[in-house]
């Protein structure tokens, strides 16, 4: 007796520790449960992910390639570069970057092809030699983001389509004899600066 008081000291009972037994168990293997779901999930999680940014950059290089067409039918000739379509608000600096992977080397995630006489083989007249006898597979821009990733590859191609493309077929089709040689534009520009940012 302590303090006139009596302490009655008292271990559990079988059931009893059967019961915390069991309880913490099922604790366990619910953490498990979760652990597990999450194993399987995340991987399908990262897919849908990359698939609605693969949509998106497809559709801002789509907005691109139509800046270039309206500048052209606006303008009556073609732009320089991919900095006049932002200088003369055809664009947006924001429009150049696709979502993924940033390069971080102050440039747009986009290559876009601004030869004037690619545009040109669109006619019917071939005066000059320069009708592209395959626009669909004439590349115009593509997200350098993606191509790096080696996953799928936004493009979009001289005859105004837009297709996301699995890695493997997009390289063979830059290598074809019918991209050879093209000279793509990269903006100069640093995400959320002003044009002339340091």
Not at 100 to 108: I, P
Request: some cysteine; aromatic content about 8%; overall charge negative.
């Amino acid at each position: 007796m302590r303090n006139g008081s009596s302490i009655v000291r008292r271990g559990l009972s079988t059931a009893q520790t059967i019961t915390v037994v069991i309880v913490v168990v099922l604790v366990l293997l619910s953490c498990l449960g979760v652990a597990l779901a999450l194993g399987l999930l995340l991987p399908a999680l990262t897919t849908a992910r990359d698939a609605a940014m693969a949509v998106r950059s497809q559709s801002q290089l789509r907005m691109v390639e139509q800046s270039i067409q309206l500048f052209h039918e606006g303008e009556n000739r073609f732009p320089a570069s991919v900095d006049e379509l932002i200088a003369e608000n055809y664009i947006t600096p924001e429009i150049l970057d696709s979502g993924f992977d940033w390069n971080d080397d102050g440039r747009g995630d986009y290559w876009i092809l601004l030869d004037r006489s690619a545009y040109l083989g669109l006619s019917n007249e071939d005066e000059a030699g320069l009708r592209v006898d395959d626009p669909g597979s004439f590349v115009v821009s593509y997200d350098r983001s993606m191509y790096a990733g080696q996953r799928v590859v936004a493009t979009c191609f001289l005859d105004r389509s837009c297709d996301v493309m699995e890695w493997q077929a997009f390289d063979g089709l830059l290598q074809a004899p019918i991209n050879e040689g093209r000279d793509f534009d990269l903006p100069e520009r640093t995400r959320g600066q002003p044009q002339g940012s340091p």
